[in-house]
């Protein structure tokens, strides 16, 4: 009797781990996701020095003029060049930078604002721009401002390869870098979602250790294929666009502010044969569906705003169930699923003021458990418990495999 | 008693009374000083230039008088100016971006245009500081980020202490709380020049500013974009500095010459005719409402205008008529589209080649319907030389390799000059005074012992021409060299060169930049000759006064001009060494302890023994597992029941 009151103990206590992490997990993916998308941020970088490299800055500067174009100010965007093309002493068009052979259209334009050009775009400074750790000195307009609403798009051309990207023909930024400053960023509720777009030789292979949610990512190329240039201008002398980024614009010249064009369109709009390498989509890390994201969630800009009564005080997570009802959400579906995400705020709120609190058990079981296993135990003999309980499971398997 | 009281009373309110009017008359004045709007003046002016090139210089100047407001509300001057200049006390500011070289040769190196707006290519910028002195550097550390944010550059990399100095005094605007700093590679592009023109009231939508199309500014042969800030010192504690922005921007442009009569021989001499729309496609359409005064001139300098004098004598003489009193600008040799407003001739007797004259053409005469486009159509052949500085300086590198060198400052004597040299060359004793800076980066590690002096081609003693002397050598990896002379060279002097040489340094291999094998750059030295003050005086009453840049050309700054900027190779690693070294080590390594464990490691018999059984059956496994476990649980049991038994 007594072995059989232990074992139930047992298998008690071996739970509660399993439930406490559980709900912890749910509680903390409540709490990112119950936050609006408030604002929209673009990190445009191009990674090649020297004038042969020319397309790469013309990439870059195409999308700037795309994305400023959606609606997203100058602000909010970070443009880092490598190299001056522009006032080049090659360049035969001095302050125009062109990305079609027809010459219709100055990249450059009149008013472009870089925040980081020639030697200052290094992955130091990249590094730093994504999450945050500047100088005290660094001022705004060389700071990525986004907060945990914040639509990112993060553009990067240059040379690269297996797992990394070249900087300067100098530097290499790798895979794991990437992944270490987003997971860093996700910490730091920097962004709410994060669209890496990667135009390179073997893009694909830059998003492999990336494992932060929210993220979703897009690559020219898959392993061991090479991004190719689109075309050549006999003028300029070199070639002025890849072709990933041409495809890319071919999509977006269509769109106007208001479109709602989903970004399953954008990728569907890839076709191999064209781009000469196999775009590549990592997707697994994104919540939503694909279909009903716009694109000008990320290229495009939303200046939603968040009225509270007393400043600075509220968090977004409390102001976010009152607010609900004027917000237009972007599904109908994500709505659904927000408002019981909330619930659970709201649960947790309340749990928090008073321990006592028992009406709310039937819309949250996560708290009422939780709530439960803190009435038995306290945390800590729990956890030593279950460390405890672990003993047994080793002795049976070092028994069974010896 | 009393009687003595009463006159001393009535003396007491006399005194309070005048007091009283005294305090009220300066109380008045003082809100008059407060009442000073803040003004802006946009101007521009042309000059053709001697080697068939047009210079265009636009002057903009905001200004915000002191005020004792609380955190001041501006109407037009940039905000963005004045709180950096609050926050970081700065009492003068320069900040300059350049690209291509001023020709000092054929562009003139005398006028007050060249003298303060010829600039070192790349990024030049100088402050001086109103803080003590320890906190000097921090204040400059801090302004260069600020200002990289603000004009899209890097001039954060001037944060540095490598890289900016401290001159003591052969820097004009000498004084202990200066630092100074260049960035000789810094390219400059429309990103610079859009934040620029943004402090601007009406930017580049209305007024002169108009003119700026960024691709012919950036097809130009020099330009130099420059802002430069002083700030009136209040005095009083509560007082807000009042503010002086001076923005200019100074482009040499190639008008494109579409006349027929190119090809003609006799038409080779002659200048080319040019327009606004024909330099800058654009045209003024209107002023800047918001300007206080908006002018276009059109300068004709010293050396044009005695040509113009020689050509128009010769004409009247070869015509022989009776026309005499006849000013050759009545009736010039060349065609303006528009009539001056105002002609100003240079009030100068020290110049013995002529005054220059002065075209003003006020912009608010015209309007949208009535764009103003001002063209000049030169009717006769005319060449001329412009005004030179009295020495010309130039500066180049010696010797071969890698290891080391000699850098050589060589000041020529430019003929033309003789005239100014003229007035105090009977005196046996004359000197000409002229100030040399130069900053070193420290990786070229000068050796100043190796000073050598050389006038007229003969070496002569430092002391005799040297005057005075200010060496700070360079610190690896802490400061740069600094190297501040006064020489005095006798007035006829033809040529004098200073060569130090220099041994080249090693950089950490994370130091150098990523297009090292293109070298070093040794940014421009500084050529001053503080006895010559460029400076143009023209009509010397109220109204010129008004116009900021005008008095500008009154004030008397000493002839300035920058040398080449040089370009050391230095030694670099092959980069991709040290990935070799570690990738052949790695795999050194690994072959070798590789295959020395396999050989200790090793158990023949055994590997055969299980293959075999591995050949045997080949199950899952799951099953291998379940095999497993059942064996054990029998033998357990078998061993329970034998220990039974």
Redesign the interface.
Known sequence: MATFINFKALVQLLLLPCLLLCSSIAYNSSSVKATMHTNNWAVLVCTSRFWFNYRHMANTLSLYRTVKRLGIPDERIILMLADDMACNTRNKYPAQVFNNENHRLNLYGDNVEVDYRGYEVTVENFLRVLTGRHETAVPRSKRLLSDEGSHILLYMTGHGGDEFLKFQDSEELQSHDLADAVKQMKEKHRFKELLIMVDTCQAATLFNQLQSPGVLAIGSSMKGENSYSHHLDSDVGVSVVDRFTYYTLAFFERLNIYDNASLSSLFSSYNPSTLMSTAYYRRDLYQRRLEEVPVTNFFGSVMETIHTDAAYKALSRKISDRSESQISLDQSIHREERRMLININVCDEIHDVSTEGQEDDSKCPWSAFYRKMQKIENVDSLVNYGLVAMLPFLVFSTWLFH | MALLQRPFFVLLLVLTHQFMQYWIAFGSVNEEGQKQEEEFNEELLLKPLPDRKVLAHFHFQSSAPPSTSNGRHHHIFPKAISQLVQKFRVKEMELSFT?GRWNYESWGGFDPIPSSNAKPPGVELWAVFDVPQHQIDASW??LT??L???F???I??L?STTTYSAPEWSFPPASGNLRYGTLPR??????NL??WLKLLPCR?KAGIAVLLD??S???GFYHSQRLHLTSTGSGSEGMVSGIILEQTLTVVLQPNSQRAGMAYASERHIQPSWSLTSIFGKQVSGTCVLAKSSNVYLLLDRGLVAELEHLHKENEKSAENGFTSQNFWTKPSFELSADPDRIFIEENSLHSKGSSVLYKFQVEKYSESEPFDLSLTWKIPVVWLSQQAPLHASRFLMGSGNERGAIAISLKSTQLSEGFMGANADDERCDLQVNVFQVVPWYVKVYFHSLQVFVNQQPKAISDIIEKIHVSPSKDKVSPGVMEMVLKLPCKVNSAALTIEFDKGFLHIDE????ANQGFDIPSAIISFPNFHASMIFLKDDSVNKSPLLSKFQEKSPVMSYTEALLVPLTTPD?SMPYNVITITCTVFALYFGSLLNVLRRRVAEEERFLKEKAAKKTGRLSLLLS??SA?LRGAWNEGSLRVS
């Not at chain 2, 810094?186 to 990103?191: F, G, I, K, R, S």
């Not at chain 2, 150098?512 to 297009?515: E, I, L, S, V």
């Open positions: 690209q550390q801090n980020h600020t990289s944010g603000l899209c550059a890097s954060n990399f944060e810094e390219a400059v592009c429309t990103e859009t934040p580049d960024r691709p500014i950036y097809r150098y930049p990523p297009d980069f497993k476990l054990k």
